[in-house]
């Protein structure tokens, strides 16, 4: 693509510098217009990935904001389908960034900064969540959607995402604690491994604060000699980034992703204060809070490092992973961001369905049996496939554990998650949704496995929600099939799967 930039203005920007790299790659080729969602929605040339960058190009080079440009570019799910399908590398991903952080700076869009408060704020959030879930149980349905559509838009469809059930915090996960891989818990773990009592007593065991393991240390020599041997058995240490939004809207795929990691041989090292990666936060354009965040899970990271001696970060929200792998190149010339901190933290963190191999995982074969009467649809998330390049993994992880596992079509199409986006464009979101819907309907699965908290909110609350449809299948986080596959608690989602209750109740963990 041609451009009109004088050497002046690109010398004095150096954010002009890539717009003006990123553009000039693009070859007007279209490959990428039928893996963009919104282009799939509205066949307007504007909603796809061309003619945003035409926007962006006409928006810098003409040093004016239109109307028509952000709505175009604020209707962008940002999923990324059209880098992974570029053949010519338009790093569209780094240009959507840019032009955003652009328009929301001369919007100073507070709307949009309050949603972000009041998604990451833990006890904004939390009450939130119980007010609506009162609401709901308090208010017959008609009364709930005349106060529905009373509310602000996007409060109404903040509303409309809120899961049934408020889960009471983890008890597993919500706290700073260290948990033991299980081989360290109990010396008959493996022999025990498949029976109800013995997981759920190792469970509630694991509590160990890394300062307590400290002090217990000094005090007793012995405790010092078996703590070694035991540190000097165990596979490693990883910390589990428990994130924002998964703490209150789908807490169960923390504890999941928990205790696989200590069947599997880790010792998993959880800190409360490690908390929003400011993904949110970016995705919407509000670039002051997404630093705040990025540089608070920079210092706990690092802490951790100094202190733990940890050497992974894993994260089972895709969303998040995506975010913190990118840390290295998001750093501005605030005086709080750690360059080198930044590029060591994304070095680091891993998806959870990458760091665990199958070979890894403790399946249980009475388990295994039961999964491979389950049909399970993988939904692949964006910021998975597109963000991270993390594609048959996940599928590798759930065939292992025995599950018949099925692709859906149009698996690289979003679902209309979008961090925000389902609240901030519900009507394209809605769309995405019911569009994701019929392609998990058509392979008839008996439930769904997918891997980023938005995704899994996204579909399980639109299951129940678009008429016509009845239920979707249960949805449950890949790691929640897993833990269970490997002898931990049965899906919360998918406690009526009927193939849970024709096995023997004692396999199960119900
Ligand atoms: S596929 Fe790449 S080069 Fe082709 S139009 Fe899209 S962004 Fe441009
Ligand atoms: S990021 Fe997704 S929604 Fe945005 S232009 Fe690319 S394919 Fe379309």
Same mark, same amino acid.
């Given at each position: 693509m041609q451009t009109t930039f004088t050497p002046e203005r690109l010398a004095e920007s150096p954010s002009l510098q890539s717009v003006d790299d990123i553009l000039r790659k693009c070859v007007h080729c279209g490959f990428c217009l039928t893996t963009c969602p919104t282009y799939l929605i509205t066949h307007n040339e504007l909603d796809s990935p061309r003619g945003r960058i035409w926007l962006i190009r006409d928006m810098f080079q003409e040093d004016t904001i239109h109307a028509e440009t952000t709505f175009h570019l604020d209707r962008c799910t940002t999923c990324e389908a059209c880098v992974t399908a570029c053949p010519a590398g338009v790093e569209y991903d780094r240009l959507i960034d840019i032009a955003r952080a652009h328009t929301n700076v001369h919007r100073q869009n507070k709307n949009m900064e309050l949603l972000v408060w009041f998604l990451t704020a833990k006890w904004a959030l939390r009450i939130g969540l119980l007010a609506g879930r009162a609401a709901q149980i308090a208010l017959p349905g008609q009364q709930q959607g005349l106060i529905q559509s009373l509310l602000p838009r996007r409060l109404a469809h903040l509303v409309e995402l809120l899961p049934h059930t408020v889960h009471t915090p983890s008890a597993l996960t919500e706290r700073s604690q260290l948990l033991l891989p299980y081989a360290f818990q109990d010396a008959d773990a493996t022999a025990d491994a498949a029976t109800e009592p013995a997981i759920a007593g190792k469970e509630k065991r694991l509590a160990e604060s890394p300062s307590t393991s400290a002090n217990s240390r000094g005090r007793n020599r012995d405790n010092q000699d078996n703590r070694d041997n035991r540190d000097d058995a165990i596979r490693g240490h990883v910390l589990l980034h428990t994130g924002c939004v998964q703490?209150? =809207?789908?807490?169960?795929?923390?504890?999941?992703?928990?205790? $696989? %990691?200590?069947?599997?041989?880790?010792?998993?090292?959880?800190?409360?204060? $490690? /908390?929003?990666?400011?993904? $949110?936060?970016?995705?919407?354009?509000? /670039?002051?809070?997404?630093?705040?965040?990025?540089?608070?899970?920079?210092?706990?990271?690092?802490?951790?490092?100094?202190?733990?001696?940890?050497?992974?970060?894993?994260?089972?929200?895709?969303?998040?992973?995506?975010? =913190?792998?990118?840390?290295?190149?998001?750093?501005? /010339?605030?005086?709080?961001?750690?360059?080198?901190?930044?590029? #060591?933290?994304?070095?680091?963190?891993?998806?959870?369905?990458? #760091? %665990?191999?199958?070979?890894? $995982?403790?399946?249980?074969p009475e388990r295994r049996a039961v999964a491979q009467t389950i049909v399970l649809a993988y939904q692949s998330p964006c910021s998975l496939q597109h963000g991270q390049g993390i594609v048959d993994q996940p599928l590798a992880l759930l065939k292992h554990a025995g599950f018949a596992v099925v692709e859906l079509p149009e698996k690289k199409i979003c679902c209309g998650s979008a961090g925000v986006y389902n609240i901030t464009q519900p009507e394209l979101a809605a769309d995405l949704r019911a569009r994701k819907l019929a392609a998990i309907d058509s392979v008839t699965p008996d439930a769904v496995a997918s891997a980023n908290v938005g995704c899994l909110v996204q579909l399980d609350r639109g299951g129940k929600q678009t008429p016509g449809t009845g239920d979707a299948p249960p949805i449950a986080h890949v790691v929640e099939w897993l833990n269970w596959a490997c002898g931990g608690d049965v899906p919360q989602t998918a406690r009526t799967l009927p193939q849970f209750h024709q096995s023997a109740g004692h396999l199960l963990n119900t």
């Open positions: 703490r209150q =809207m789908w807490p169960q795929m923390n504890d999941a992703a928990a205790t $696989l %990691l200590a069947r599997t041989g880790y010792a998993v090292n959880i800190d409360a204060s $490690l /908390e929003c990666c400011g993904a $949110l936060a970016h995705h919407a354009g509000v /670039e002051t809070k997404a630093a705040a965040h990025r540089a608070s899970c920079i210092d706990r990271v690092m802490n951790a490092v100094d202190g733990i001696g940890i050497r992974k970060v894993i994260t089972a929200s895709a969303g998040c992973g995506t975010h =913190m792998k990118r840390y290295g190149t998001q750093v501005t /010339e605030s005086p709080a961001d750690n360059e080198e901190g930044a590029e #060591f933290v994304a070095a680091i963190v891993e998806d959870v369905t990458a #760091f %665990l191999k199958p070979e890894d $995982l403790p399946v249980i």
